[in-house]
């Protein structure tokens, strides 16, 4: 499995912005579909975003959509998640994974922290 390290979380007003980063190691990447999920305290990790990293496809949860945008650098095998117009609801840690030729999510990174408060 590709090993993922994220980074770029913080503390952001409503209405600022982040990028995170999730730079991937030790695997195949063009076989794999990149995403990105979340969990805020108290309830379950959800699909943020995904991106094919063969051909660039990419889909979103409608709560984010217009505001965040997924891309990649395959010099860099690096999926980034630029997010824009922050909302206190956008609050919580930010895992990315990996799932291979399609299948279920089996590499997964630590995690980083979003907050966004005033």
């Known amino acids: 499995q590709v090993q ?11 209405g600022g912005y982040l990028r995170l980063s ?6 195949a990447t063009s076989l794999y579909t ?5 969990q805020a305290p108290g309830k379950e990790r959800e699909f943020v975003a995904d991106i ?3 051909d660039g496809r990419t889909s979103y949860t409608d709560s984010v959509k217009g505001r ?7 010099a ?10 922050l ?3 956008d609050t919580g840690v930010y895992y990315c ?16 922290q979003v907050t966004v408060s005033s």
């Open 34 to 38: 990149m995403g990105w999920f979340r």
């Open 4 to 14: 993922l390290v994220e980074s770029g979380g913080g503390l952001v007003q409503p």
């Open 76 to 85: 860099k095998n690096t999926v980034y998640l630029q997010m824009n117009s």
């Open 22 to 27: 999730c730079a991937a190691s030790g695997g």
């Open 68 to 74: 965040f945008t997924i891309f990649r650098d395959n």
């Open 97 to 112: 994974g990996g799932a291979l030729g399609g299948g279920a999510y089996g590499a997964w990174g630590q995690g980083t």
């Open 87 to 89: 909302k206190p609801e």
């Open 52 to 54: 094919a990293w063969s």
